[in-house]
């Protein structure tokens, strides 16, 4: 790990207020909410919270022109882990059509065997309260796995 990578782990540990007990690379795409948001960043455990913050976004072809009027915003948002009610994997275009307001979040099924042959997958995070998460992870499997062995 370099030194930037580890000052920035450093800071966020001190920012959230305890060590990070477990941590991945993670894209948001969204709510069961409708809010809508595509961004990727690093998802940790910290303190029995669960928490998202996303990277910063790199200048795009627009910025280079000054075309681009959206200045970044650091976005971040947390559960406890007390809070997580479930998971399960679930087709992607289902969690784009409850984000987009299309599809009630509590009538998706699980992804069958069949499905993950031919679908892109996408977790689902549920918590006691509204709303539910949409996420993509890179090693899902060990992140499910770390999410019911805390949970049991």
Not at 29 to 40: A, N, P
Request: charged share 35%; with cysteine; proline share 3%.
């Amino acid at each position: 790990m370099d030194q930037e990578t580890e000052a920035l782990l450093k800071k966020m540990e001190e920012d959230n207020g305890g060590p990070i007990e477990y941590k991945t690379y993670c894209r948001l795409l969204g709510f069961s909410d409708g809010t809508s948001l595509d961004l990727g960043g690093l998802l940790f455990v910290v303190n029995d919270k669960l928490v998202f913050e996303d990277f910063e976004k790199q200048p795009g072809i627009l910025d280079m022109f000054g075309k681009s009027k959206k200045s970044y915003e650091k976005y971040k948002t947390y559960r406890l882990f007390d809070e997580i009610l479930g998971i399960k994997k679930i087709k992607t275009s289902s969690a784009k059509k409850v984000i987009a307001g299309r599809a009630d979040g509590k009538d998706i099924p699980t992804i069958s065997r069949f499905d993950r042959l031919f679908s892109q997958t996408i977790l689902e995070l549920t918590f006691k309260e509204e709303p539910n998460w949409y996420i993509e992870l890179l090693e899902d499997k060990e992140f499910i796995n770390y999410i019911e062995e805390k949970r049991s």
